[in-house]
């Protein structure tokens, strides 16, 4: 892939190197040549000083050839412009842009643009971590219906078969961190003792998901 970014401040740096790392292109444009030395002395990319909603600047940065672009500066209406020209003007679809007001973000990620809420994102990061489990999902879709949450299988679980469980809790595995691995199972895999699950389930039948988890399968007669 070729990626665009715009903003070289600690989250663009850090992106552009780990695209970099996984053997990607990548342009980094800020209005701040200065920014730039975040990027370290091994960084191959380049480096595009300008405003990232500048159309001329975007086509130095490669924006025709690129398969995202990603803006991620520390201004929310210039990160909402700079995306909004990549995806309208350029065609581009995979485009993600930062923005600090949750309000804002959820309006333009109903337009199609995806965004990342950082103080929420982050507020939400913190929750997931003070809460008990099931209190605060892992991730909820834009339009709060559907919920993930990763789960220490109870020991009541162990030995029995995701699909009863998918069954009696109404919800779905997606998949179990089991011993350092992901491991994506089906209906007939055996929960086993230290596995971590990952639930999806709609957000109004979560509460019967955990409850089924804390009494255990219900065996027939």
Not at 6 to 21: F, H, I, P, Q, W
Not at 131 to 138: F, H, K, V
Request: charged share 25%; glycine share 10%; with cysteine.
């Amino acid at each position: 892939m070729h990626v665009v970014i715009m903003g070289c401040g600690r989250v663009g740096s850090t992106l552009a190197r780990s695209l970099e790392d996984r053997n990607h292109t990548v342009s980094v444009i800020d209005s701040e040549p200065d920014a730039f030395r975040r990027l370290g002395p091994g960084f191959n990319g380049d480096k595009i000083p300008g405003m990232g909603f500048d159309q001329e600047v975007l086509e130095k940065a490669g924006i025709r050839r690129a398969d995202a672009f990603a803006a991620v500066s520390s201004g929310d209406n210039s990160n909402i412009i700079a995306a909004r020209v990549a995806r309208e003007t350029f065609g581009i679809q995979q485009v993600v842009a930062r923005i600090y007001d949750p309000g804002r973000a959820e309006v333009y990620q109903r337009l199609g643009i995806t965004t990342v809420a950082t103080v929420k994102w982050t507020a939400d990061q913190v929750l997931r971590r003070i809460l008990p489990a099931g209190a605060e999902p892992d991730f909820r879709d834009p339009s709060g219906t559907i919920r993930v949450d990763h789960v220490p299988a109870p020991e009541v679980w162990v030995g029995a078969r995701v699909g009863q469980l998918q069954e009696q809790g109404r919800c779905r595995v997606a998949w179990i961190d089991r011993l350092g691995e992901g491991v994506l199972p089906d209906r007939d895999s055996v929960i086993q003792e230290g596995d971590m699950l990952h639930l999806i389930t709609r957000e109004e039948t979560a509460e019967l998901s955990y409850d089924v988890l804390g009494r255990g399968p219900e065996h027939g007669d």
